[in-house]
Nanobody, 127 residues
Framework: QVQLVESGGGSVQTGGSLRLSCATS????????MAWFRQAPGKPREGVAG???????SYADSVSGRFTISDDNAKNTLYLQMNNLKPEDTGMYYC?????????????????????WGQGTQVTVSS
């Protein structure tokens, strides 16, 4: 059974940094695409960053250059380093996973329906 548990959220001021972690279990990284999504109140969920088993990342345009996704297979943990945070980055951040079959992780990040989700961790950025 796949389990994803996020941590590291909090409240920061504009320009601050946070590092989110997602502890995983029940996953075989070699065949899985991982990603971070977020959802602000009243807005649809959006993809923030994704990574494939080789470590190649994909980013939403709104976070490119500020956020970095990485994974530590030895620790079964996915990370999201968020720098230069802005108020529009406020939202609930979710870790997600999907088994890769026919499509690349880049394609799945933009179009896929991820099948495993964590409970989320709140990020609040004040101006």
């Amino acid at each position: 059974q796949v389990q994803l548990v996020e941590s590291g959220g909090g409240s920061v001021q504009t320009g601050g940094s946070l590092r989110l972690s997602c502890a995983t279990s029940g996953l075989t990284y070699s065949g899985v695409c991982m990603a971070w999504f977020r959802q602000a109140p009243g807005k649809p969920r959006e993809g923030v960053a994704g990574v494939d088993p080789a470590g190649s990342p994909s980013y939403a345009d709104s976070v490119s250059g500020r956020f970095t996704i990485s994974d530590d297979n030895a620790k079964n943990t996915l990370y999201l380093q968020m720098n230069n945070l802005k108020p529009e980055d406020t939202g609930m951040y979710y870790c997600a996973a999907i088994r890769r079959a026919y499509y690349s992780c880049t394609y799945l990040f933009h179009h896929g329906e991820y099948t495993s989700w964590g409970q989320g961790t709140q990020v609040t950025v004040s101006s």
